[in-house]
């Protein structure tokens, strides 16, 4: 008789020492589910943060290359009508020039034409 209340003692404690084992492990299994959570939230927030730093980076740098592309574009414009201005310059300095060597030739010929009247008359 001892014997069996012994026996079933013993398969009473192994019962409440296993609860107890059970309520341990799911314990602990609790907590490193938390903290894994926590590190999760951390990981997500950190990694919200680095992709806001990004994105704004990103937006800065295609609004200096959006000013860049203006600026190149403006300067282009100003390119183009200098072009255009030069190009009239050089047709009026090539009309000019005519001008004077028509102007020069004429007047050669009319010192021609004084120099050889004034030949005949000697």
Known sequence: MWQSA???????WAKVSG???SANLAGKLSHDTVAQVLSSLELSRL????SVFYKMDAKEA???????LSKAQQDLATTQRN????????EAT?????????????AK?????IEN??????
Do not use: P
Not at 109 to 113: A, C, N, P, Q, Y
């Open 6 to 12: 012994v026996t079933s003692s013993h398969e009473d």
């Open 19 to 21: 609860a107890f084992d």
């Open 47 to 50: 990694l919200r943060d680095t």
């Open 62 to 68: 295609y609004d200096r290359s959006a000013a860049l």
């Open 83 to 90: 072009a255009q201005l030069i190009a009239g310059l050089e």
């Open 94 to 106: 090539d009309g000019v020039a005519g001008s004077a060597n028509r102007a020069i030739d004429a």
């Open 109 to 113: 010929k009319v010192s021609t034409e």
């Open 117 to 122: 009247k004034y030949k005949t008359k000697k």
